[in-house]
């Protein structure tokens, strides 16, 4: 009974949130499902399967750390205490994310003049502080709080985005950045920005065509970054092991091409999630819901992690395709949410 009152009560919140409708769906709907390599999903799933707040997930758990580790028996155990749930209504929008590779300074330079800041002490969680254009014209400098100076001003734009990092710093170290908050502005996209103002069509945006038109641009650049109001700010991740992925919002590492962002509002965070993604290069695949994004809203809207360097991100950057996401929920909240709807 208390697992049923849980699920209505997500259910309300989920419908409060934006009226989405749940269907359950079959295993056997989801296209190349068996083909899927389940084990390594599973394992994504462990990571962060002792953080799902709800209790009648930890049973699960229990059980998934019992699975032998092969793809039958990790499928087997999905088929067995899940059903898959469309929350909302397709086609969904999938775009991708990584880790950044990028250079940097301990101290300013010629070269390196842009910095990335610490979380000022004074800023509270979900306070709505200075702009974008407002900590770019200096409001910051000189009260110690850069972590590391950039080369470039539209890579630390785009780290902003990615939310995480890797940057080798001129004394030959390698340290790891993670999100530490934002200044409560809501994002806004400049790729749209580009197509509102006639300069690129929709079909033309992409990060590559977005980088390339800001430097061809220096000033009229700084004032198209500036239309997203939204800025963030970084912590030094310590002891993070260069195989492993960015802090995720579970406070765990996210897992390449395992882990999505996505919307809490409607995905459970740590929840499995499969996504049936179109496009050029078409993903059918078990990810869990390990991340969240400031662009990230919706019951069909995912960010997809690819991954860190430079082949991780030209993969991402062209990722803007439809599809379906599916939910994978313990039954009976599955079934509650959808009789619900």
Same mark, same amino acid.
């Given at each position: 009974?208390?697992?049923?009152?849980? =699920?209505?009560?997500?259910? &309300?919140? &989920?419908?409060?949130?934006?009226? *989405?409708?749940?269907? %359950?769906?079959?295993?056997?709907?989801?296209?190349?499902?068996?083909?899927?390599?389940? *084990?390594?999903?599973?394992?994504?799933?462990?990571?962060?399967?002792?953080? !799902?707040?709800?209790?009648?997930?930890?049973?699960?758990?229990?059980?998934?750390?019992?699975?032998?580790?092969?793809?039958?028996?990790?499928?087997?155990?999905?088929?067995?205490?899940?059903?898959?749930?469309?929350?909302?209504?397709?086609?969904?929008?999938?775009?991708?994310?990584?880790?950044?590779?990028?250079?940097?300074?301990? %101290?300013?330079?010629?070269?390196?003049?842009?910095?990335?800041?610490?979380?000022?002490?004074?800023?509270?969680?979900?306070?709505?502080?200075? =702009?974008? *254009?407002?900590?770019? =014209?200096?409001?910051?400098?000189?009260?110690?709080?850069?972590?590391?100076?950039?080369?470039?001003?539209?890579?630390?734009?785009?780290?902003? !985005?990615?939310?995480?990092?890797?940057?080798?710093?001129?004394?030959?170290?390698?340290?790891? %950045?993670?999100?530490?908050?934002?200044?409560?502005?809501?994002?806004?996209?400049?790729?749209?920005?580009?197509?509102?103002?006639?300069?690129?069509?929709?079909?033309?945006?992409?990060?590559?065509?977005?980088?390339?038109?800001?430097?061809?641009?220096?000033? *009229?650049?700084?004032?198209?970054?500036?239309?997203?109001?939204?800025?963030?700010?970084?912590?030094?991740?310590?002891? &993070?092991?260069?195989?492993?992925?960015? !802090?995720?919002?579970?406070?765990?590492? !996210?897992?390449?091409?395992?882990?999505?962002?996505?919307?809490?509002?409607?995905?459970?965070?740590?929840?499995?999630?499969?996504?049936?993604?179109?496009?050029?290069?078409?993903?059918?695949?078990?990810?869990?819901?390990?991340?969240?994004?400031?662009?990230?809203?919706?019951?069909?809207?995912?960010?997809?992690?690819?991954?860190?360097?430079?082949?991780?991100?030209?993969?991402?950057?062209? %990722?803007?395709?439809?599809?379906?996401?599916?939910?994978?929920?313990?039954?009976?909240?599955?079934?509650?949410?959808?009789?619900?709807?």
């Amino acid at each position: 009974m208390a697992a049923l009152f849980r =699920s209505l009560c997500l259910l &309300l919140a &989920l419908t409060g949130a934006g009226m *989405a409708q749940a269907q %359950v769906v079959e295993f056997e709907s989801l296209a190349g499902w068996r083909e899927d390599g389940q *084990a390594s999903a599973l394992r994504a799933f462990l990571d962060t399967c002792d953080r !799902i707040g709800p209790e009648d997930w930890a049973p699960l758990c229990a059980l998934a750390a019992d699975v032998p580790p092969d793809d039958g028996s990790a499928r087997a155990f999905f088929e067995l205490f899940f059903k898959p749930v469309v929350i909302g209504t397709p086609p969904a929008l999938f775009t991708g994310y990584y880790e950044p590779e990028l250079d940097g300074s301990p %101290v300013r330079t010629p070269r390196y003049a842009w910095p990335i800041y610490r979380r000022p002490p004074e800023l509270p969680d979900g306070a709505v502080w200075h =702009s974008r *254009a407002t900590i770019e =014209s200096g409001i910051l400098r000189g009260r110690g709080l850069e972590i590391a100076w950039l080369d470039d001003p539209v890579e630390v734009f785009f780290l902003q !985005i990615q939310g995480s990092g890797r940057i080798r710093m001129t004394d030959g170290r390698v340290i790891r %950045v993670g999100y530490a908050g934002k200044n409560g502005h809501p994002y806004r996209s400049v790729g749209q920005e580009l197509v509102r103002r006639g300069i690129m069509s929709a079909h033309q945006v992409s990060a590559g065509a977005i980088r390339a038109w800001v430097r061809a641009h220096p000033g *009229a650049g700084d004032d198209l970054l500036n239309t997203n109001p939204s800025y963030v700010f970084f912590r030094k991740l310590g002891n &993070l092991p260069a195989e492993k992925g960015p !802090i995720g919002a579970m406070g765990r590492s !996210i897992t390449p091409l395992r882990s999505l962002a996505v919307d809490p509002k409607f995905t459970p965070l740590g929840a499995p999630v499969w996504i049936e993604k179109e496009g050029r290069a078409p993903l059918n695949r078990l990810m869990v819901a390990q991340d969240t994004g400031g662009a990230i809203k919706g019951a069909q809207r995912a960010d997809i992690f690819y991954g860190f360097g430079d082949a991780a991100g030209q993969a991402a950057g062209d %990722v803007k395709d439809g599809g379906r996401m599916v939910v994978l929920l313990p039954i009976d909240r599955a079934y509650a949410l959808a009789s619900g709807g």
